[in-house]
Structures are given as structure tokens and as C-alpha cells.
């Protein structure tokens, strides 16, 4: 069975400060995946999704994403994070339903 | 419509009550799914239908939950005799296929067990 793990619980970052949030995956075959965001209150927003080609996906909001298989990770980073940024980020992997992981919580500093 | 609508907002029930809460997927979009959010964080799949078929079913408690997709009606999931546990933030998606499709979600339905 798939699973989706994002080692980071909570992150604090400055703003202006670039920012990684870390997801690995377990999926048998090549994985469709996905980055979501989470508002206080509010439902989820897609920043962006891997399916196949280019291994670096390019989002909403300034969000990117590398897909790299031999480490099965699939990486979030921003170069400059705004206070708006702040939220909830929840990786995941797709087989006819998603599997999220268990989120990062990102909080932003003056 | 263009965005999945899930009401109510926030729905409270006693021990034991019965629960219900429906969903409009996108216009078009022949994939539903229900996800239940617990302790915040954990997001566990309930269950996933293709138009009005069952499509997978595998994450649903069988004794006291249900579903529903109906022809030009809303979909619903209910909850029979809810408990404490049930208490979490219900979401549901919609998509155009079954596979490497892009889920759209609500903005969830609270529900609190008291």
C-alpha cells in the first residue's frame, strides 16, 4: 500500500526566507503527486501535481516541487515566503484515492 | 457549479443522533470522493463513487456509515448513531476520473459529537 510521509511537523520561517518542506513517498510504480494547502477553517487548495515528464513542477502562489525517484522524495520549496504562506501543507500520492501525509504546519516570522 | 459545495458548514450532534451531509460535486465531474479529517491532520479515505455506482469502498466503516449518489441530487454521507469518535471535519472531492486526475475539494463539514 502507498504511503506518504512528511517528516516535519511544524517549520517556522522568517519572511522573505526560502522554504523546503520535505514529503517522501512509498509507491510501487511511478506516482502521481500531489501538493496541497490547508487554511485555518478552510478546505484544500492544489499548489501543484506530478504526473510524468519534467521532474520539476512549477505551482501556484510561486510554489515549486522536485520529483526525484531514487530518493522517492518530492520536495515543496518556495524562494520567498510571504506572511500569507503561513498554513497547512499536506503532500500525497494518488492510486484512484489519495493518501496524504500527516501535513506540515508553517508559521512565518516577521 | 464550479466548486464542490458540502453543507452544512457545521452540523452538532448528540451521542447516539443521526448525522447527514451532502455534497455537490463540480458540474461534469463523474468522480466523487469522501474524506474524513481527524485530530487535525490525518486524512482518512471513506469512500469514492463513480456517478451513482460505488467505487471504492474500502475505508468505510461498515456498521454505521452510509453513502450516497443519486441522480440529480446531491451526494450524501450519514452517519447512524454517531459517537464521539465521529467527531472530525468531513471533505469531499470531486474529479474527472478515477486516476491521475485532479481532486477539487469543499471546504469540509465540521461535525462535533457531544
Known amino acids: 500500500a502507498q504511503s506518504v510521509t512528511q517528516p516535519d511537523i511544524h517549520i517556522t520561517v522568517s519572511e522573505g526566507a526560502s522554504l523546503e518542506l520535505r514529503c517522501n513517498y512509498s509507491y510501487g510504480a511511478t506516482p502521481y503527486l500531489f501538493w496541497y494547502v490547508q487554511s485555518p477553517g478552510q478546505g484544500l487548495q492544489l499548489l501543484l501535481k506530478y504526473f510524468s515528464g519534467d521532474t520539476l513542477v512549477q505551482g501556484i502562489k510561486g510554489f515549486e516541487a522536485e520529483f526525484k525517484r531514487s530518493q522517492s522524495s518530492f520536495n515543496l520549496r518556495k524562494p520567498s515566503v510571504h506572511w500569507s504562506d503561513a498554513a497547512e501543507y499536506f503532500c500525497a500520492v494518488e492510486d484512484e484515492k489519495l493518501t496524504f501525509g500527516t501535513g506540515t504546519r508553517l508559521t512565518i516570522i516577521p | 457549479g464550479e466548486e464542490v459545495a458540502q453543507t452544512p458548514k457545521h452540523l452538532v450532534r448528540g451521542e447516539g443522533q443521526k448525522a447527514k451531509l451532502y455534497c455537490a460535486p463540480i458540474k461534469g465531474h463523474s468522480y466523487v470522493f469522501w474524506y474524513q479529517q481527524v485530530l487535525k491532520n490525518e486524512f482518512k479515505f471513506l469512500i469514492s463513487?463513480?456517478?451513482?455506482?460505488?467505487?471504492?469502498e474500502t475505508g468505510m466503516p461498515k456498521e454505521r456509515f452510509s453513502a450516497k449518489c443519486l441522480p440529480n441530487s446531491p451526494c450524501s454521507l450519514e452517519i447512524q448513531a454517531t459517537k464521539l469518535e465521529d467527531s472530525a471535519v468531513y471533505f469531499c472531492?470531486?474529479?474527472?476520473?478515477?486516476?491521475?486526475?485532479?481532486?477539487?475539494f469543499g471546504a469540509g463539514t465540521r461535525l462535533s459529537v457531544l
Open positions: 472531492a470531486s474529479s474527472q476520473s478515477w486516476e491521475g486526475n485532479i481532486q477539487y
Open positions: 463513487f463513480q456517478n451513482e455506482n460505488v467505487f471504492d
